[in-house]
């Protein structure tokens, strides 16, 4: 396991030297690279000694290599931002590479984490904000900073996050955390995407769902080694590879579905976001607008899988979603209750940064044990943390 860790100008550039003993510990082969900047805090030399490789503080004149920036990036398989400044998070964003250090971070083609430190109205600023979420659309991870004294006086988030933390957070971008094939021997049923309440042949009731959510769900529980059956309403990405998928279009044929694929599996988790109502008569032909009823449309309320998958799930582990546009937490502790199942992720799709079709999501997990709010992050990871809520939730069941 390779680690390229990249060093910026701040404070808390001391603490990258125990970042990089904890990832040699954990028994990666540690680089470095160090702006100028990060130079004036600490010597390259102390990192040379630490890494037992040349440091990468210029594209010029390295003794190792003749282009410091692709070795660097080509040698890792994760790279890591310690301390990320304000600078280096918006030159991230940009594209800019004007030293090794950034250029290794225009050069990268594999995970990257970013764990910022500054002042916090540079961590609050706009432009800062603004930048941590382009570049978590673009899969870039972040080690969120902590709230406490900062090194310029003042006490507010902007704090390095703990060590241990940046380095478990990198073990696990690695594909080595304790996660590895989890759920091995598991079955996990997913359901995705919208799903399409005919009006007549041609018109449909439908939401803005656009299925990624459940399919980064999917995706995970495969790396993580579970059989997934996907029950997908009409979306347009593709499903995951090595996934059983089921396509579906309306909330009748999501609900058999859904039913017939959690014969046998240990979990579910329902991200699809189902039509409430459907239309009583759907017309076997275009309805014409001067001629028939097109201003109103009797509906009626369809079958709530969520609740009828929980109503039979025995000691099986069903989670649901709620997505929200107000008082979020109440909405989804009454649904957690109303529904009978196990968690149930709760998003505000009202925030630019959870809303439909956002590559990010900021989730709170709602249990019987209470609620726990997750900071915004891609989506993989959001995945992730949902299913290890499951893998727990399984594991004591097996107790
Ligand atoms: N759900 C479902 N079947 C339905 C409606 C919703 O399985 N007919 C599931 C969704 O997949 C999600 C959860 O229930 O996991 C909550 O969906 P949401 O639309 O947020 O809630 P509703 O039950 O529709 O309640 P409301 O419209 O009052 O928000």
Redesign the pocket.
Known sequence: MNVALVVCGGIAAYKACEVLRLLQKAGCDVRVAMTEDAQRFVGATTFEALSHHEVVTSLYGMRESSVPHVDLADFADAIVVVPATANVIAKMRAGIADDAASTTLVAAHCPVLVAPAMNVHMWKSAATQENVRTLASRGVRFVMPESGHLACGYVGEGKLAQVEDVCAATLEALGAGARGRDLEGRTLMV?AGPTHEAIDPVRFIANASTGKMGYAIAAAARRRGARVRLVSGPVSIEAPEGVELERVVS?AEMHDAAMRAFEGADACV?????A?YTPVAPADHKLKKSAEHLDCIELVE?????ADLSAEKGSRVVV????ETEALLA?AKA?LER?GCDLIVANDVSRPESTFGADTNRVALVSAEGVEQLDVMPLDAVADEVLDRVAALLGSDDE
Not at 270 to 274: E, L, M, S
Not at 302 to 306: H, V, Y
């Open positions: 359901t909330a329902c991200c699809a976001a189902v409430d369809t079958a709530d899988i969520l649901g979603f709620a997505a909405h649904k529904k």
